[in-house]
T-cell receptor, first 118, second 117 residues
Framework: AQTVTQSQPEMSVQEAETVTLSCTYD???????LFWYKQPPSRQMILVIR??????QNATENRFSVNFQKAAKSFSLKISDSQLGDTAMYFC???????????????FGTGTRLTIIP | GAVVSQHPSRVICKSGTSVKIECRSL??????MFWYRQFPKQSLMLMAT?????????EQGVEKDKFLINHASLTLSTLTVTSAHPEDSSFYIC?????????????FGDGTRLSIL
């Protein structure tokens, strides 16, 4: 079974600063995906960024980037130039698989509540 | 594209009532849908995986007779909370898998806040 651990229950940062959210995972799978989801107060789940385990290059989406350390089973999210709209719960998630996602289930971490301070 | 509609968004009912929540994929077919439960300030916990035309697969500790799941078509899955009690009050979220036709593994509904009095 897979486990996903987020060790920072809450974080806060000043607007425009950079913040890094931590995530570690444990798995015996060799092929898998990792994701960061954002859940704002509206409770909608929004995919922020994804990383395929077989790719060595860290994924980047505008202000969001990851530091994927496969050997250490670490997958942190960096938010640059943070904005008030980034205030939300952030969940790290794991999915096993190779291609096209299939119908595999997601395993979520416990989440980090991020507050951007004006 | 890839919109998932969940209904109702909020329901308040008396203890002992059965409540049905619908999850629809509006513009794609979903052979697999997932049902999650989320307590306040906690993570999403997978309750069951719903496969079109077959029985749902429940996670350990989830009562299948309490949480009835039906996935009768490629665009609709329903979760029925039978004889609901206050401890069943929670936020329920569904998601649908679009398989290889999407850049996301699952598309989420907006959730249902269930309050049992």
């Amino acid at each position: 079974a897979q486990t996903v651990t987020q060790s920072q229950p809450e974080m806060s940062v000043q607007e425009a600063e950079t913040v890094t959210l931590s995530c570690t995972y444990d798995t015996s799978e060799s092929n898998y995906y990792l994701f960061w989801y954002k859940q704002p107060p509206s409770r909608q789940m929004i995919l922020v960024i994804r990383q395929e385990a077989y790719k060595q290059q860290n994924a980047t989406e505008n202000r969001f980037s990851v530091n994927f350390q496969k050997a250490a089973k670490s997958f942190s999210l960096k938010i640059s130039d943070s904005q008030l709209g980034d205030t939300a719960m952030y969940f790290c998630a794991f999915m096993k698989g190779v291609a096209n996602f299939g119908n595999e289930k997601l395993t979520f971490g416990t989440g980090t509540r991020l507050t951007i301070i004006p | 594209g890839a919109v998932v509609s969940q209904h109702p968004s909020r329901v308040i009912c008396k203890s002992g009532t059965s409540v049905k929540i619908e999850c629809r994929s509006l513009d794609f077919q979903a052979t697999t849908m997932f049902w999650y439960r989320q307590f306040p300030k906690q993570s999403l916990m997978l309750m069951a995986t719903s496969n079109e035309g077959s029985k749902a697969t429940y996670e350990q500790g989830v009562e299948k007779d309490k949480f009835l799941i039906n996935h009768a078509s490629l665009t609709l899955s329903t979760l029925t909370v039978t004889s609901a009690h206050p401890e069943d009050s929670s936020f329920y979220i569904c998601s649908a898998s679009a398989g290889g036709n999407s850049n996301q593994p699952q598309h989420f509904g907006d959730g249902t806040r269930l309050s049992i009095l």
